[in-house]
């Protein structure tokens, strides 16, 4: 005897479906190819499905998991989904403890690892005293990095947060620019800055700065110094070449974390000059103590295009390759 059709309606009241489902409905087209025996159809702020009573019963899960993860998280993608599809409570409202929030900032904001990449980077942090954590613009790397700081200065696993980055374009020669050193190197630190604003009240930050207990040290000024308790990030490290890359891994003091960040298709260095970024990996990866995390196109939380548009580039790569 032949399943009975079943029809179920799934209301999507306050979703903005072109964002939901993505550019030209891709995400309700790959969601179609998951549930080939199910007619699909979306008309206004309604989902109707019709199918057998398992089948209509498994998409149920889904969409309600899927609306709910996007109602906190305001994102959608094929790897969510199919995190989703292996374990719904990722979409679950309140599945979420205090030990998930690594730090809470300003205006009530609780900062997390929001993907699988950026909870695999938060316990690489908690097993290794050093991380490479690399991949493309917008996945996070660097703000997780900045939380995992603040969190390790108070709870004062660590008594100074050290930020550091390789000022290319100033050719690491900082003394033409004009201010005080903070000044100098606003340019090429400003994506750390405004992790930490999200993260430390104004008035405690600038005491921060003024004890030197966030610190800035240009790459170019770190030779010779031994970092101890400090939790050190340097941001952008593909634009570090292997001598410079070396001579920071090596200010490595007791009580330390250093997080290395960067992003090898993002290489600003000049045409004779190559990356220490790739060659560190390389060398380092089976060094106990030493950890790395790759992540990819799915932890991209900035707007929904960037992910397209990091997957155009990529393709448009693969081409010339």
């Not at 700065?209 to 308790?229: H, S, V, Y």
């Amino acid at each position: 005897m032949p399943d009975l059709i079943n029809e179920r309606i799934f209301p999507l009241d306050g979703i903005d479906q072109s964002h939901f489902w993505g550019s030209n409905g891709k995400l309700l087209d790959f969601v179609r190819a998951l549930f080939p025996k199910l007619k699909i159809v979306v008309r206004g702020d309604m989902l109707k499905v019709l199918g057998s009573d398992d089948d209509t019963a498994s998409f149920g899960l889904l969409v309600n998991a899927m609306t709910t993860y996007y109602t906190k998280f305001g994102r959608m993608s094929e790897n969510i989904i199919m995190q989703i599809m292996e374990n719904p409570d990722v979409g679950v409202a309140g599945q979420e403890s205090d030990n998930e929030i690594l730090v809470h900032g300003r205006d009530g904001l609780l900062v997390k690892a929001r993907t699988r990449n950026q909870r695999r980077l938060v316990e690489c942090v908690r097993q290794n005293d050093m991380v490479f954590a690399i991949g493309p613009a917008g996945t996070g790397k660097t703000y997780t990095a900045v939380a995992l700081a603040v969190r390790a200065l108070k709870n004062k696993e660590v008594r100074r947060i050290i930020l550091t980055r390789p000022a290319v374009e100033a050719g690491e020669n900082l003394g033409f620019l004009p201010g005080d050193l903070r000044d100098k190197l606003d340019p090429y630190l400003q994506p750390l800055y405004d992790a930490l604003r999200d993260m430390i009240p104004q008035q405690k930050l600038l005491s921060y700065w003024e004890d030197n207990i966030i610190e800035i040290a240009p790459l170019a000024f770190m030779r010779g110094r031994t970092l101890d308790n400090a939790f050190v990030i340097l941001d952008e490290a593909q634009n570090a070449t292997g001598p410079q890359l070396k001579m920071f891994l090596t200010r490595m003091g007791r009580n330390a974390k250093f997080v290395i960040t960067g992003d090898v298709t993002q290489i600003d260095l000049p045409h004779h000059q190559h990356s220490g970024l790739t060659q560190a990996i390389s060398l380092l990866r089976n060094i106990k103590g030493i950890g790395t995390i790759e992540m990819d196109h799915g932890d991209v939380i900035r707007h929904h295009l960037v992910t397209d548009i990091i997957k155009a580039y990529d393709n448009l790569s693969n081409m010339q390759d």
